[in-house]
């Protein structure tokens, strides 16, 4: 069993920066797909950015890429997601998720989730 826990979020003003955080306890994969997913008011839930560890890149929706970042540190099982240039669209809750095997954008294929966190940007 894999625990994930979210943290960073918070209210931002338009072009500001937040780090997402989330901790992963328990059976922790060394070779692992995480990655994050939002959901914005009334809407479905969506891809954002994911990566495959070692050694694999990573891939993100196609309206943050250049603004987002997906990082982890394998020392602190803890995976990050660096958020720059926020616009008031990026509003959501933001879900960590991990899943063994090859990485896909399909959040029913990922098997472990955190409760989430709010990012609120301001316009």
């Known amino acids: 069993q894999v625990q994930l826990v979210e943290s960073g979020g918070g209210l931002v003003q338009a072009g500001g920066s937040l780090r997402l955080s989330c901790a992963a306890s328990?059976?922790?994969?060394?070779?692992?797909?995480m990655g994050w997913f939002r959901q914005p008011p009334g809407k479905e839930r969506e891809f954002v950015a994911a990566?495959?560890?070692?050694?694999?890149?990573?891939r993100y929706l196609g309206s943050v890429e250049g603004r987002f970042t997906i990082s982890r540190d394998n020392a602190k099982n803890t995976l990050y997601l660096q958020m720059n240039s926020l616009k008031p669209e990026d509003t959501a809750v933001y879900f960590c998720?991990?899943?063994?095997?090859?990485?896909?954008?399909?959040?029913?294929?990922?098997?472990?989730w955190g409760q989430g966190t709010q990012v609120t940007v301001s316009s």
């Open positions: 998720a991990a899943k063994s095997g090859s990485l896909v954008t399909t959040a029913s294929e990922y098997m472990y």
């Open positions: 328990g059976r922790t994969f060394f070779s692992a797909t």
């Open positions: 990566a495959r560890w070692p050694g694999g890149s990573a």
